[in-house]
């Protein structure tokens, strides 16, 4: 099933719109027998606030590192790697899991999220005075 959906992302990888991939939300908290659950706690909570302040917004307004989004916004790329530290993640290979756990691809609105080795480069067009 996810190896489907990331063969399908990587196909044609168009914007779904103007805006960053990482953008929906389709966070629900409730309470059911059955559900899908992400086990990074306050994962969803985090995505509400990010969503009610417009960070996402405020981060490709405040950081234009990008010529062209193939798909990516630079708070794609930003709010990628936050949400891999905020899911225990120790390093940028730890971003590999979380593009292969369908349940938080739902949960951040994305049919893929930027890989270890597109976030290296993201993060190497920072230099010492950026920081």
Do not use: Q, W
Request: glycine content about 8%; charged content about 30%.
């Amino acid at each position: 099933m996810i190896e489907r959906r990331l063969a399908r992302a990587k196909g044609g990888m168009k914007p779904l719109s103007d805006g960053p991939e990482l953008s929906t939300r389709s966070v629900c908290f409730e309470f059911s027998e059955r559900t899908r659950a992400i086990d990074a706690g306050g994962l969803g909570a985090i995505l509400e606030v990010v969503a009610d302040i417009g960070l996402a917004k405020r981060i490709d307004e405040g950081l234009p590192l990008l010529k062209r989004y193939r798909p990516y916004h630079e708070s794609d790329h930003v709010l990628n790697i936050a949400y891999n530290v905020m899911c225990n993640g120790r390093t940028l290979d730890d971003i590999e899991l979380r593009r292969n756990d369908r349940v938080f691809l739902d949960a951040v609105g994305a049919r893929m999220i930027p890989d270890p080795t597109t976030e290296g480069d993201f993060c190497r067009r920072f230099s010492a005075d950026d920081v």
